[in-house]
């Protein structure tokens, strides 16, 4: 069988969260078939205990799920989602018990919930933090959206939260039975439910299963992709995943000659801090993250979209990947749409470039079955994971090989682009585009101050619950503030705070200032 589909399909029929014995064994199969394509296999195991901090993350609790339901019980009995239907029937990390009692859709200050049983729409951790803080007894979660599905928001709890937050069971109802619950409210004085989670919290495994094709003691592309997820999760990540197998066979039979290549399947996010930092003693050149790289076109409203690397880190890749993208994809027999979007923090390309290492990322969005139980396989398309999967293929044989014409074409493209919208901006572009791309664009614009390095941490990522609630205060004011930190720490490497916020505003436009400098001040650490 196809070593790519078998993954594919392997990886969409379990449940790989993080934290769970589900995950060891999907490790366990990505690494027997990388083995078997004749890389150079090695597992990685570090610990969801948690505790450790590592780049700014507190690693999780491990967590295991036995069983799980919700019913209404008044004013008559109704079986309303069940862990035999789907496994996001419990919210993914819910600690484990039962509760039974009245439903109340919270007040804005949830003073009506003591004792109760509530329904919400809230981020689950502030559900849980807030239920906790009110003396409720348990949570119905749900999330509107436009296909009646569950959606996947876990908890991924640490040790303080065990300490912190009483531990009541969350439990999860699809859009149509959240709606059916409002209507029974609307018109009964008593709506009752007995909810009920059978869960546990402990010590587990964390692996990364890397594995190499020629590797260099000079220079490495670092291709990832997060294996985790909560089943079916086919595009969201077991394409990605697959991906890497796909890419793998294909450069197996003819491998770069000046820099080796590494494969790196990891828990998203956490495995790739650990990584980093314990574990990657080889240089690297550049980071391709495959993450949703399969979703229909036409299912899913979907584009083939390259997630490009932030102005300080501007590489080579951006320029061949998204070259590779447009020739494939507007070959006739294809035709799909591709389209390209700046710098964002969403996945595992991120702790690469707070490290100063590029890192892009080639993703199929928007997905209507975006973190749902509905993520499965016939939502997916064979021709777009073909046609990503080639395009880095391509892109690494282009990088080995360099096209200074693809280069210099892709620049000319995206100045252009920048001198439409801000052509004052595009002056600062002009100078990371000479810097980093070695192209000659006209501009005045250079650093006037020295570095002063940040610590590179993910910011505002960390769940530790005061640390949680307090990046969410900051985040509801200004949206993209995460992005804002986390270039701040990448250009810290090159200027000082004058010049990284004359940067700033260039590439990513107005912002709250003071807001800005408040939160350096509170979430960021000089090294």
């Not at 993914?92 to 049983?117: E, F, M, R």
């Not at 969350?170 to 709606?179: D, E, G, T």
């Not at 664009?441 to 910011?459: C, G, N, R």
């Amino acid at each position: 069988m196809d070593p790519a589909k078998k993954i594919w399909g392997l990886l969409s029929s379990m449940d790989r969260l993080q934290g769970t014995t589900g995950l060891i064994e999907a490790s366990r199969i990505i690494a027997q078939e990388a083995d078997d394509l004749g890389l150079d296999v090695v597992t990685h195991e570090y610990q969801y205990d948690g505790n450790e901090t590592v780049m700014g993350l507190t690693m999780p609790l491990g967590w295991e799920l036995t069983g799980g339901f919700c019913e209404l019980t008044s004013p008559h009995r109704e079986l309303l989602s069940s862990f035999e239907e789907h496994t996001l029937a419990v919210v993914p990390y819910s600690p484990g018990g039962t509760a039974q009692g009245s439903l109340v859709i919270p007040l804005p200050d949830w003073s009506n919930t003591n004792g109760k049983i509530v329904l919400t729409d809230e981020e689950p951790l502030i559900a849980l933090h807030k239920a906790s803080e009110h003396g409720a007894l348990g949570v119905i979660w749900y999330q509107d959206r436009d296909v009646d599905v569950y959606t996947y928001r876990g908890l991924f709890l640490c040790e303080t939260h065990l300490r912190e937050l009483k531990m009541i069971p969350m439990v999860q109802v699809k859009p149509s039975a959240a709606r059916k619950l409002k209507r029974l409210m609307s018109s009964n004085n008593s709506v009752e439910a007995h909810l009920e989670v059978n869960s546990s919290f402990k010590v587990e495994k964390m692996p990364v299963v890397e594995a190499r094709l020629n590797a260099s003691e000079k220079a490495n592309v670092v291709l990832t992709a997060h294996y985790c997820h909560v089943g079916p999760g086919s595009d969201d990540n077991a394409s990605g995943s697959a991906g890497l197998v796909r890419v793998a066979q294909k450069l197996i039979k003819n491998p770069p000659k000046n820099f080796g290549v590494i494969f790196l399947w990891v828990p998203e996010h956490y495995g790739t801090v650990q990584w980093l930092e314990k574990d990657a003693t080889l240089p690297m050149e550049a980071n391709i993250n495959l993450d949703m790289i399969s979703a229909s076109q036409l299912l899913s409203n979907s584009a083939i979209n390259l997630n490009h690397n932030p102005w300080p880190l501007l590489h080579s890749t951006d320029a061949y990947l998204w070259f590779h993208l447009q020739d494939l994809a507007n070959h006739p027999s294809k035709l799909l749409k591709v389209t390209e979007q700046g710098y964002g923090l969403g996945s595992d390309h991120a702790p690469f470039t707070l490290k100063g290492i590029p890192g892009i990322m080639p993703i199929t969005w928007p997905d209507r079955f975006y973190h749902s139980s509905g993520d499965y396989l016939d939502k997916t398309d064979w021709n777009v994971f073909e046609l990503i999967t080639e395009a880095v293929v391509r892109t690494i044989n282009t990088l080995d090989n360099p096209e200074e014409n693809i280069v210099r074409g892709w620049a000319h493209h995206f100045y252009g682009t920048e001198v439409a919208k801000n052509p004052q901006g595009a002056q600062i572009l002009a100078y990371f585009l000479n810097s980093r791309l070695n192209t000659d664009f006209e501009t005045t614009w250079l650093p006037s101050e020295a570095a002063s390095p940040f610590k590179p941490i993910m910011p505002l990522q960390n769940r530790q619950m005061s640390y949680f609630l307090q990046a969410r205060t900051f985040k509801e004011k200004q949206n993209n503030l995460d992005v804002l930190l986390a270039e701040t720490i990448i250009l810290s490497q090159f200027m000082g705070m004058d010049d990284i916020e004359t940067v700033l505003k260039a590439e990513l436009g107005d912002f709250d200032l003071q807001l800005y400098q408040d939160a350096v001040s509170r979430f960021l650490e000089k090294l």
